[in-house]
């Protein structure tokens, strides 16, 4: 059971909640779920409430409303959907002010949250608008790639920010907002992979976690799937899907001879080789050294203004992270089937691709660990003590 899915939104069990988190992807889901485990552990007697999805629920978290169910990518998407965000904006603050929680932490997925961070201020609920909600934020929206100016705005409205790159530091230097790094996730010790590399294992296809992306990126990944199998007809390959309606989709697109649909979270799936999507699984594959390349394809508005506004030469974290390719990213029109079955033909049969990709999965793990062993779980509770 993933709790409700309709506004407004319930009131808390037992009374005013001591913390509400408000995450907005899969991916934010499971971020938010693995701090609120280590939360709860260290204060078994915490009320917590949240916005998520269904690991948020299963950390022990009162589910308000399933927002998994409403991701959406690129402008056009957001656009159609713009009244339903409005209104959970508006359903989101009413409830704060109605309960008051000692805190609300917000978990990634800025285009919402932000906003209702400053809805908050403004309407003198949040510490920083003169009431008594402290606003927290765990996951910094990526201000070095994008529109860096929405620091200021950051640091007007929320009380502390926990950040899990450690060059994101440098990036709120010049504003009044406390950041601290955290380390990222990945590197918990409580962490399962949900891959591995296998030199002997299936090639996986990961097209994302949201049904429009998709829609548009499984099509290039099934393609090159075909074409690769002409020169390798026993691989097989694996897709993993993190919910109900991507698989949906997935099953829509039709499925090639020789694919696997397997459940995010069942099982660690050991690939040779990975095409992928520049969002959280390619990171789960870089850390794990699965040689690969990034695909990505999106509407053409979204992808012109993309264009227009980010500052970074790559789309995929662990490129960012490292300043080099260490997956080769194959954007729009350049993804066609024959450049990515090669790609796949190169990641399973040159053993220096192999070496490679290796010694930058080593790199980039050394680089994502706290050195103090401070965690997501240690900064919230020193929050809301």
Request: aromatic share 8%; glycine share 8%; hydrophobic share 45%.
């Amino acid at each position: 059971m993933t709790g409700p899915s309709s506004l407004p939104l319930p009131a808390p069990l037992g009374g005013p909640p001591d913390l509400l988190v408000i995450a907005g992807e899969h991916s934010g889901d499971e971020h938010a779920a693995r701090m609120v485990r280590g939360v709860l552990k260290r204060r078994p007697g915490l009320s917590v409430a949240a916005l998520g999805g269904r690991r948020l629920a299963e950390a022990g978290a009162q589910l308000l409303f399933d927002r998994t169910a409403m991701s959406v990518v690129g402008l056009a998407e957001v656009a159609r959907n713009l009244s339903f965000f409005r209104r959970l904006i508006e359903e989101t603050v009413l409830w704060v002010d109605k309960y008051l929680p000692k805190a609300v932490c917000f978990v990634d997925n800025s285009g919402v949250n932000l906003r209702i961070a400053k809805a908050l201020r403004l309407r003198g609920i949040s510490v920083k608008g003169g009431g008594p909600v402290r606003a927290l934020y765990y996951i910094s929206p990526q201000i070095w790639a994008s529109r860096a100016d929405r620091r200021y705005d950051m640091a007007r409205n929320l009380d502390s920010l926990a950040v899990i790159f450690p060059f994101e530091i440098e990036s709120y230097a010049d504003t009044s907002l406390p950041v601290e790094f955290v380390g990222h996730p990945f590197m918990a010790q409580d962490y399962a992979p949900p891959v591995s590399y296998d030199p002997k294992g299936p090639v996986l296809l990961l097209p994302g976690s949201r049904p429009k992306a998709v829609s548009l990126i499984f099509p290039a990944l099934a393609d090159a799937y075909r074409e690769f199998l002409k020169g390798s007809p026993k691989t097989k390959a694996v897709v993993l899907y993190p919910s109900d309606d991507i698989r949906s989709v997935l099953e829509s697109l039709g499925l090639p001879e020789g694919v696997r649909l397997q459940r995010t979270g069942e099982g660690t799936v050991g690939a040779s080789a990975v095409l992928t999507s520049s969002g959280t699984m390619s990171m789960h594959c870089a850390l794990a050294g699965i040689p690969g390349a990034i695909v990505y394809r999106t509407d053409p508005i979204t992808y012109l203004v993309g264009r227009w506004i980010v500052s970074v030469p790559y789309l995929g974290i662990a490129n960012i992270i490292l300043g080099e390719a260490m997956y080769p990213e194959f954007i729009q029109a350049t993804s066609s089937p024959s450049v990515l079955a090669a790609q796949l033909r190169e990641c399973t049969g040159d053993a220096a691709r192999r070496d490679r990709t290796s010694m930058q999965a080593s790199e980039l793990r050394s680089m994502l660990v706290n050195p103090n062993g401070v965690t997501e779980a240690d900064w919230l509770l020193g929050k809301i003590a």
